[in-house]
């Protein structure tokens, strides 16, 4: 990256970084893969990387006056997203949509709990923050970490290209569900997140139509769109049904499933993200 342009960086919590797993063991990192995870991991080429935090960061950004704040304490398991600040103007606008749409198509790679802690802009020639935008971090335990093997560093950047010329106030419908797959990260609550997910599905497949059964509609859709077969395009119907008479049943004030809700919302937001990628690639 050219140290004149400055760069800017967005510190990101809960992910990890593997190489590709051996008989589903980790295997370590060598000394090469250790030394290209602290230069880092391009997503786009000369534009957007994604690398390791290490202490020459932590000196650089002094982010000892942040540690005061509560904002973000020294992790193994953390990492920032690095890129060209000329690049991101001139080609993406503005670096919040641009790490915005980051943290969209990590989501929708895989699952897994990574949160943008705070973004920071850096001149080239200083090592005093010139910005600082804080984001809202996730206060629920990362219990679910997000892993992510080098071999998968291709198909993000190809999602994330995808995202990138996408124009979202057009396409609102997209726009509604990706929205609703963000707000998961952000709700801990089973029962909000089903609505949520509801919220999503008929974004992407009712676009504002009525049907006098969502659940047996969309739930035909999705199977069609994410089945292998039969008997697999049955189950995932069947979820869609099931998660959509507990969401009935909650918001028209009558008893439901507590446990139920708590494991469909998993399976749910599975075929959710699964759904949005389908129709963004």
């Known amino acids: 990256m050219s140290k004149s342009a400055g760069i800017s960086l967005g510190f990101l919590d809960g992910i990890k970084i593997y190489p590709t797993p051996l008989d589903g063991r980790e295997t370590s990192f060598d000394a090469s893969t250790q030394e290209q995870l602290e230069k880092g991991l391009e997503l786009i080429p000369r534009i957007l990387k994604i690398r390791r935090v290490n202490q020459h960061d ?3 950004i002094g982010i000892q006056n942040v540690l005061a704040f509560g904002i973000l304490a020294p992790r193994v398991d953390q990492y920032l ?3 060209d600040r000329n690049f991101s103007h001139a ?3 503005e670096k919040q949509d641009l790490i915005s749409k980051t943290l969209l198509a990590l989501r929708l790679l895989k699952e897994g709990v990574v949160v943008l802690r705070f973004l ?3 001149a080239a020639d200083t090592t005093i923050p010139n910005g600082m935008s804080y984001f809202p971090s996730s206060q629920h335990i990362l219990s679910i970490n997000y892993i992510l093997y080098i071999d998968e560093i291709n198909h993000l950047s190809k999602i994330l290209e995808k995202i990138m010329v996408i124009d979202f106030e057009k396409k609102f419908a997209l726009k509604i569900a990706c929205d609703r797959l963000n707000k998961l990260y952000e709700t801990f609550r089973p029962e909000d997140k089903l609505i949520d997910l509801c919220i999503g599905f008929e974004a992407l497949f009712l676009k504002g139509e009525q049907f006098s059964s969502k659940g047996q509609t969309i739930g035909l859709a999705v199977s069609m769109l ?3 077969n039969m ?3 049955d189950e ?3 979820a869609i049904k099931l998660g959509y008479i507990q969401r009935n049943r909650m918001v028209h004030g009558r008893d439901y499933d507590k446990k139920l809700v708590n494991n469909i919302t998993f399976d749910l937001e599975s075929l959710l993200r699964k759904s949005i990628l389908k129709f963004i690639l």
């Open 58 to 60: 932590i000196e650089r």
């Open 81 to 83: 997203i690095e890129w």
């Open 91 to 93: 080609v993406y606008g």
């Open 120 to 122: 920071i802009n850096i």
């Open 226 to 228: 994410l089945g292998k």
């Open 231 to 233: 008997d697999h395009r």
């Open 236 to 238: 995932i119907s069947n």
